[in-house]
Nanobody, 121 residues
Framework: QVQLVESGGGLVQAGGSLRLSCLAS????????MGWFRQAPGKEREFVAA????????IYADSVKGRFTISRDNAKRTVDLQMNSLKPEDTAVYYC??????????????WGQGTQVTVSS
């Protein structure tokens, strides 16, 4: 089992940057594929980015491609989301999530509590 805690959210002006971090506790963190999701008010939660256990493969939603970068440090048990050129439509609660297909956990099963990102125009 993995416990996830996000940090780094806040208020930023459009065009600015924020870096979110997710700290994981529990066993076998390096086996887990990590993802970031977000949920804006009145909308469903949506995928933002994901990174495989080794960090060599990443995937992004089209809406953030070229602006956001996901990375991980297995030694520190962290996964970060660097967000640049932020837009008001990026405003949402951002969640860190984990799954481990190699362990039979094929869906994002573990979730953090979320961190608020607000981008002002």
């Amino acid at each position: 089992q993995v416990q996830l805690v996000e940090s780094g959210g806040g208020l930023v002006q459009a065009g600015g940057s924020l870096r979110l971090s997710c700290l994981a506790s529990g066993r076998s963190f390096s086996f887990y594929e990590m993802g970031w999701f977000r949920q804006a008010p009145g909308k469903e939660r949506e995928f933002v980015a994901a990174i495989v256990w080794g960090g060599e493969n990443t995937i992004y939603a089209d809406s953030v491609k070229g602006r956001f970068t996901i990375s991980r440090d297995n030694a520190k048990r962290t996964v970060d989301l660097q967000m640049n050129s932020l837009k008001p439509e990026d405003t949402a609660v951002y969640y860190c999530a984990a799954k481990a297909p190699i362990l039979g956990i094929t869906e994002f099963k573990y979730w953090g509590q979320g961190t608020q990102v607000t981008v002002s125009s």
